[in-house]
């Protein structure tokens, strides 16, 4: 049962063209969204979050938008640039389990941008 | 250094043979998790644990075994490797949102 979904598993995009991942959630009481970036063997590295009060937020050319009624969050990227090419991970918290840290990721999709 | 960091990089073993996967922090932070990463699946938790002396299982707990002694270390023990449990392994830890992970364990049982 995959409570957070990343139905494509792949992207290709152009460089300085805007690149957007999404993610689906099934669970209700999630009320904190995140992203995370990974390469290559690394770790994933933490990008950007969205609490369920906002509907969107901003962090430079990153931006997470929330849809609640449709359980729905995408992340944009503009301009997309090529050091960008890596997985993004899509994760999902509900604060009232009694364990607020508690993360359930999605699948990932490779973005890979071209020149 | 600060941060939190895993042991081995990569680790080839054979089935049946007890493994021991190793992670460090150095921030003393509460929360401490295990993850690993397959193609299809993303990340899924194994254990996490709340404190030193306190965990729990995740969503894939079965064939692995972790203790929390002191604040620092999670070890993630495989009692039994078989080879559904090649993976690559991630440790994380968090004082309360916003993981920072490790890493990485890429672990190949043979």
């Known amino acids: 049962d995959q409570q957070v979904k990343q139905n494509s598993p792949s992207l290709s995009v152009q460089e300085g063209r805007i690149s957007i991942l999404n993610c689906d959630y099934t669970?209700?009481?999630?009320?904190?969204f995140l992203w995370y970036k990974k390469y290559p063997a690394e770790g994933p590295t933490f990008l950007i979050s969205?609490?369920?009060?906002?509907d969107k937020n901003e962090d430079g050319r990153f931006t997470v938008f929330l849809n609640k009624s449709a359980k729905h969050l995408s992340l944009h990227i503009v301009p997309s640039q090529p050091g960008d090419s890596a997985v993004y991970f899509c994760?999902?918290?509900?604060?009232?389990?009694?364990?607020?840290?508690?993360?359930?990721f999605g699948t990932g999709t490779r973005l890979q941008v071209t020149l | 250094d600060a941060g939190i960091t895993q042991s081995p990089r990569y680790k080839i073993t054979e089935t049946g043979r007890q493994v021991t996967l190793m992670c460090h922090q150095t921030?003393?932070?509460?929360?401490m998790f295990w993850y690993r990463q397959d193609l299809g699946h993303g990340l899924r938790l194994i254990y996490y644990?709340?404190?030193?002396?306190?965990?729990d299982k995740g969503e894939v707990p079965d064939g692995y075994v972790v203790s929390r002694s002191k604040t620092e270390n999670f070890p993630l023990t495989l009692e039994s490797a078989t080879r559904s449990q090649t993976s690559v392994y991630f440790c994380?830890?968090?004082?309360?949102?916003?993981?920072?992970f490790g890493s990485g364990t890429r672990l190949t049982v043979v």
């Open positions: 969205i609490s369920s009060i906002k």
């Open positions: 994760a999902a918290s509900a604060s009232t389990t009694g364990t607020a840290s508690k993360l359930t």
């Open positions: 921030w003393s932070h509460s929360y």
């Open positions: 994380a830890s968090t004082d309360y949102y916003g993981y920072t």
């Open positions: 669970n209700s009481m999630f009320d904190y």
């Open positions: 644990s709340a404190a030193a002396d306190i965990t």
